[in-house]
Protein backbone atom coordinates (compact mmCIF):
# COMPACT_ATOMS: atom_id res chain seq x y z
CA UNK A 1 0.00 0.00 0.00
CA UNK A 2 2.62 2.59 -0.98
CA UNK A 3 -0.05 5.70 -1.53
CA UNK A 4 2.20 8.23 -2.62
CA UNK A 5 -0.30 11.28 -1.21
CA UNK A 6 2.88 12.69 0.97
CA UNK A 7 2.05 15.89 2.32
CA UNK A 8 4.39 19.03 0.92
CA UNK A 9 5.09 21.52 3.81
CA UNK A 10 4.90 25.12 2.05
CA UNK A 11 7.33 27.44 1.66
CA UNK A 12 5.72 29.60 4.06
CA UNK A 13 5.36 27.25 7.18
CA UNK A 14 8.87 26.60 6.96
CA UNK A 15 9.92 30.66 6.81
CA UNK A 16 7.30 31.20 9.95
CA UNK A 17 8.40 28.38 11.88
CA UNK A 18 12.03 29.64 11.64
CA UNK A 19 10.85 33.11 12.72
CA UNK A 20 9.44 31.63 15.74
CA UNK A 21 12.48 29.61 16.55
CA UNK A 22 15.10 32.20 16.06
CA UNK A 23 12.26 34.48 18.66
CA UNK A 24 12.46 31.65 21.24
CA UNK A 25 16.21 31.51 20.91
CA UNK A 26 16.48 35.41 21.57
CA UNK A 27 13.35 34.86 24.39
CA UNK A 28 15.77 31.68 25.91
CA UNK A 29 18.74 33.81 26.05
CA UNK A 30 16.49 37.00 27.72
CA UNK A 31 15.62 34.63 30.34
CA UNK A 32 18.87 33.05 31.37
CA UNK A 33 20.02 36.61 32.28
CA UNK A 34 17.70 37.01 34.61
CA UNK A 35 18.91 34.49 37.79
CA UNK A 36 16.01 33.01 39.08
CA UNK A 37 18.10 30.31 40.13
CA UNK A 38 15.81 26.56 39.40
CA UNK A 39 13.18 28.81 37.53
CA UNK A 40 15.85 29.80 34.80
CA UNK A 41 16.60 26.03 34.16
CA UNK A 42 13.30 24.97 33.68
CA UNK A 43 11.88 27.82 31.77
CA UNK A 44 15.34 27.31 29.51
CA UNK A 45 14.40 23.67 29.38
CA UNK A 46 10.47 24.32 28.66
CA UNK A 47 11.70 26.64 25.50
CA UNK A 48 14.01 24.21 24.34
CA UNK A 49 11.07 21.52 24.48
CA UNK A 50 8.29 23.74 22.45
CA UNK A 51 11.27 24.47 19.65
CA UNK A 52 11.78 20.64 19.75
CA UNK A 53 8.25 20.16 19.45
CA UNK A 54 8.40 22.32 15.97
CA UNK A 55 11.28 21.13 14.57
CA UNK A 56 9.94 17.28 14.73
CA UNK A 57 6.16 18.39 14.11
CA UNK A 58 7.53 20.77 11.49
CA UNK A 59 10.71 20.46 10.17
CA UNK A 60 10.62 17.20 10.22
CA UNK A 61 6.79 17.25 9.40
CA UNK A 62 6.13 14.54 12.34
CA UNK A 63 2.57 16.46 11.71
CA UNK A 64 1.91 14.77 8.91
CA UNK A 65 3.05 11.75 9.00
CA UNK A 66 1.14 7.93 9.89
CA UNK A 67 0.00 7.94 13.37
CA UNK A 68 2.43 5.20 14.13
CA UNK A 69 5.65 6.91 13.56
CA UNK A 70 3.68 9.91 15.54
CA UNK A 71 3.26 7.06 18.72
CA UNK A 72 6.61 5.80 18.29
CA UNK A 73 8.51 8.90 18.69
CA UNK A 74 5.93 9.96 21.53
CA UNK A 75 7.30 6.05 23.13
CA UNK A 76 10.99 7.20 22.64
CA UNK A 77 10.26 10.47 24.89
CA UNK A 78 8.86 8.56 27.29
CA UNK A 79 11.16 5.94 27.47
CA UNK A 80 13.94 9.06 27.82
CA UNK A 81 11.40 10.04 30.57
CA UNK A 82 11.60 7.43 32.75
CA UNK A 83 15.13 6.85 32.26
CA UNK A 84 15.67 10.72 33.26
CA UNK A 85 13.30 9.86 36.20
CA UNK A 86 14.83 6.74 37.85
CA UNK A 87 18.59 7.65 37.52
CA UNK A 88 17.29 10.84 39.36
CA UNK A 89 15.02 8.47 42.03
CA UNK A 90 18.27 6.40 42.68
CA UNK A 91 20.72 9.56 42.76
CA UNK A 92 18.54 11.13 45.46
CA UNK A 93 18.02 7.61 47.23
CA UNK A 94 21.97 6.79 47.34
CA UNK A 95 23.24 7.13 50.87
CA UNK B 1 2.66 2.38 -8.09
CA UNK B 2 3.25 -1.12 -9.39
CA UNK B 3 2.19 -1.94 -12.81
CA UNK B 4 2.38 -5.27 -14.84
CA UNK B 5 3.88 -3.81 -17.99
CA UNK B 6 6.82 -1.86 -16.64
CA UNK B 7 9.04 -4.62 -14.60
CA UNK B 8 11.79 -2.47 -15.26
CA UNK B 9 11.21 -0.54 -12.68
CA UNK B 10 12.75 -1.03 -9.21
CA UNK B 11 11.12 -1.91 -5.87
CA UNK B 12 10.79 0.36 -3.18
CA UNK B 13 8.91 1.07 -0.13
CA UNK B 14 9.21 4.79 0.69
CA UNK B 15 7.50 3.84 3.94
CA UNK B 16 9.84 1.45 5.27
CA UNK B 17 12.84 3.73 4.48
CA UNK B 18 11.49 6.26 6.12
CA UNK B 19 10.63 3.76 9.53
CA UNK B 20 14.35 3.05 9.41
CA UNK B 21 15.52 6.31 9.58
CA UNK B 22 13.77 7.37 12.15
CA UNK B 23 14.45 4.09 14.27
CA UNK B 24 18.17 5.16 13.72
CA UNK B 25 17.58 8.34 14.78
CA UNK B 26 15.71 6.87 17.94
CA UNK B 27 19.29 5.59 18.81
CA UNK B 28 20.57 9.02 18.53
CA UNK B 29 18.04 10.78 20.70
CA UNK B 30 19.22 7.65 23.29
CA UNK B 31 22.93 7.93 22.78
CA UNK B 32 22.44 12.14 23.61
CA UNK B 33 19.50 11.94 25.94
CA UNK B 34 22.10 9.68 27.86
CA UNK B 35 25.27 12.25 27.91
CA UNK B 36 22.24 15.08 29.21
CA UNK B 37 21.84 12.60 32.09
CA UNK B 38 25.24 12.36 32.89
CA UNK B 39 25.66 16.40 32.81
CA UNK B 40 22.75 16.92 34.90
CA UNK B 41 23.43 14.63 37.40
CA UNK B 42 27.41 15.92 37.36
CA UNK B 43 25.57 19.88 37.71
CA UNK B 44 24.18 18.32 40.25
CA UNK B 45 27.41 17.11 42.00
CA UNK B 46 29.10 19.92 41.40
CA UNK B 47 27.02 22.91 40.95
CA UNK B 48 29.47 25.88 41.92
CA UNK B 49 32.58 24.42 39.23
CA UNK B 50 29.73 24.00 36.62
CA UNK B 51 28.68 27.82 37.06
CA UNK B 52 32.18 28.78 37.27
CA UNK B 53 33.05 26.93 33.57
CA UNK B 54 29.82 27.82 32.07
CA UNK B 55 31.12 31.22 32.27
CA UNK B 56 34.25 30.32 30.18
CA UNK B 57 31.97 29.81 27.17
CA UNK B 58 30.94 32.92 24.48
CA UNK B 59 27.37 32.98 24.53
CA UNK B 60 27.94 34.95 21.51
CA UNK B 61 29.63 32.48 19.60
CA UNK B 62 26.57 29.48 20.90
CA UNK B 63 24.08 32.01 19.82
CA UNK B 64 25.50 32.38 16.47
CA UNK B 65 25.88 28.46 15.88
CA UNK B 66 21.99 28.32 16.86
CA UNK B 67 21.59 30.95 14.58
CA UNK B 68 23.10 29.05 12.00
CA UNK B 69 21.58 25.76 12.82
CA UNK B 70 17.83 26.78 12.81
CA UNK B 71 18.21 28.76 9.39
CA UNK B 72 20.58 25.51 8.05
CA UNK B 73 17.69 23.40 9.50
CA UNK B 74 14.76 25.37 6.75
CA UNK B 75 17.26 25.74 3.98
CA UNK B 76 16.86 22.34 3.64
CA UNK B 77 13.81 21.92 4.49
CA UNK B 78 13.21 24.22 1.42
CA UNK B 79 14.93 21.84 -0.60
CA UNK B 80 12.85 19.19 0.39
CA UNK B 81 9.18 21.40 -0.66
CA UNK B 82 11.75 22.45 -3.94
CA UNK B 83 12.14 18.93 -5.12
CA UNK B 84 8.86 17.55 -3.98
CA UNK B 85 7.00 20.43 -6.52
CA UNK B 86 9.65 20.22 -9.48
CA UNK B 87 12.20 23.03 -8.61
CA UNK B 88 15.17 21.26 -8.80
CA UNK B 89 17.06 24.28 -8.91
CA UNK B 90 16.11 25.86 -5.85
CA UNK B 91 16.01 22.68 -4.69
CA UNK B 92 20.28 22.47 -5.27
CA UNK B 93 21.02 25.57 -4.37
CA UNK B 94 19.14 25.21 -1.06
CA UNK B 95 21.42 22.65 -0.37
CA UNK B 96 24.80 24.09 -1.21
CA UNK B 97 23.65 26.97 1.19
CA UNK B 98 22.76 24.36 4.00
CA UNK B 99 26.33 22.84 3.13
CA UNK B 100 27.67 26.73 3.14
CA UNK B 101 26.13 27.14 6.64
CA UNK B 102 27.46 23.92 8.32
CA UNK B 103 30.96 25.11 7.21
CA UNK B 104 30.41 28.36 8.88
CA UNK B 105 29.28 26.33 12.35
CA UNK B 106 32.60 24.03 11.72
CA UNK B 107 34.66 27.48 11.80
CA UNK B 108 33.05 29.11 14.37
CA UNK B 109 33.53 25.61 16.25
CA UNK B 110 37.39 25.66 15.49
CA UNK B 111 37.77 29.16 16.50
CA UNK B 112 35.87 28.37 19.80
CA UNK B 113 38.05 25.23 20.61
CA UNK B 114 40.83 26.69 19.66
CA UNK B 115 40.35 29.23 22.20
CA UNK B 116 39.79 27.04 24.83
CA UNK B 117 42.74 25.27 24.22
CA UNK B 118 44.85 28.45 24.29
CA UNK B 119 43.61 28.59 28.18
CA UNK B 120 44.90 25.79 28.60
CA UNK B 121 40.77 24.53 29.24
CA UNK B 122 41.15 21.47 28.07
CA UNK B 123 40.70 17.37 29.60
CA UNK B 124 44.12 16.30 30.97
CA UNK B 125 45.51 20.03 30.69
CA UNK B 126 48.41 21.44 33.73
CA UNK B 127 45.93 23.65 34.15
CA UNK B 128 43.10 21.45 34.52
CA UNK B 129 45.20 19.37 37.23
CA UNK B 130 44.65 21.90 39.42
CA UNK B 131 41.32 22.89 39.24
CA UNK B 132 38.49 21.22 41.19
CA UNK B 133 36.96 17.72 39.60
CA UNK B 134 33.30 19.23 38.37
CA UNK B 135 35.70 21.89 36.15
CA UNK B 136 37.14 18.62 34.92
CA UNK B 137 34.00 16.87 34.44
CA UNK B 138 32.40 20.03 32.87
CA UNK B 139 34.90 20.45 30.11
CA UNK B 140 35.37 16.70 29.75
CA UNK B 141 31.46 16.71 28.86
CA UNK B 142 31.48 19.57 26.56
CA UNK B 143 34.44 18.55 24.46
CA UNK B 144 32.58 15.15 24.38
CA UNK B 145 28.72 16.41 24.01
CA UNK B 146 29.93 19.27 20.88
CA UNK B 147 32.16 16.98 19.54
CA UNK B 148 30.28 13.98 18.83
CA UNK B 149 27.62 16.82 17.80
CA UNK B 150 30.18 18.03 15.44
CA UNK B 151 31.02 15.00 13.95
CA UNK B 152 27.28 14.55 13.49
CA UNK B 153 27.67 17.78 11.08
CA UNK B 154 30.56 16.34 9.14
CA UNK B 155 28.57 12.98 8.33
CA UNK B 156 25.39 15.17 7.65
CA UNK B 157 26.94 17.26 5.20
CA UNK B 158 28.49 14.32 3.31
CA UNK B 159 24.90 13.06 3.58
CA UNK B 160 23.35 16.26 2.11
CA UNK B 161 26.09 16.41 -0.63
CA UNK B 162 25.44 12.90 -1.88
CA UNK B 163 21.85 14.43 -2.38
CA UNK B 164 23.08 16.76 -4.14
CA UNK B 165 24.78 14.80 -6.71
CA UNK B 166 21.88 12.51 -6.64
CA UNK B 167 19.48 15.54 -7.43
CA UNK B 168 22.07 16.30 -10.60
CA UNK B 169 22.06 12.85 -11.73
CA UNK B 170 18.25 12.79 -11.77
CA UNK B 171 18.05 10.22 -8.84
CA UNK B 172 15.97 12.30 -6.68
CA UNK B 173 13.22 13.59 -8.17
CA UNK B 174 9.38 14.89 -7.09
CA UNK B 175 7.90 10.86 -7.11
CA UNK B 176 11.09 9.52 -5.21
CA UNK B 177 12.93 11.50 -2.90
CA UNK B 178 13.73 9.19 0.03
CA UNK B 179 17.42 10.31 -0.26
CA UNK B 180 16.98 13.58 0.08
CA UNK B 181 14.29 13.12 2.93
CA UNK B 182 16.43 10.91 5.01
CA UNK B 183 19.47 13.51 4.48
CA UNK B 184 17.24 15.82 5.55
CA UNK B 185 15.51 14.13 8.48
CA UNK B 186 19.28 13.41 9.74
CA UNK B 187 19.99 17.40 9.39
CA UNK B 188 16.74 18.05 11.40
CA UNK B 189 18.11 15.67 14.46
CA UNK B 190 21.75 17.54 14.27
CA UNK B 191 19.56 20.96 14.65
CA UNK B 192 17.42 19.06 17.50
CA UNK B 193 20.14 18.11 19.21
CA UNK B 194 21.54 21.45 19.38
CA UNK B 195 18.19 22.91 20.58
CA UNK B 196 18.88 21.42 23.85
CA UNK B 197 22.84 20.99 23.94
CA UNK B 198 22.80 25.38 23.42
CA UNK B 199 21.11 26.66 26.30
CA UNK B 200 22.67 23.83 29.10
CA UNK B 201 26.29 24.06 27.88
CA UNK B 202 26.27 28.15 27.31
CA UNK B 203 22.98 29.64 29.20
CA UNK B 204 22.10 28.13 32.67
CA UNK B 205 24.98 29.27 35.16
Known sequence: ?95 | MSNHENHTHVHRDDEAQKLGMWLFIFTELLLFGGLFLVYSIFRMQYPENFHESSLELSVTLGVTNTVILLVSSMSVAISLTAVQKNNYKLAKWMLLLTVALALAFMVNKYFEWGAKFHHGLYPGSELMHLLDRGHHLYFGLYFFMTGLHALHIIIGVILLLISYVKIQKGKIQSDNFMHLENAALYWHLVDLIWIFLFPLLYLIS
Open chain 1, 1 to 95: MSENTHHITPYRTLGIILLILLSLTFVTIEITSIHLGALTVTAALLIAGVKGFLVLSYFMHLKHESLLLRILVALVFVLFALIVLITFIDYAYRT
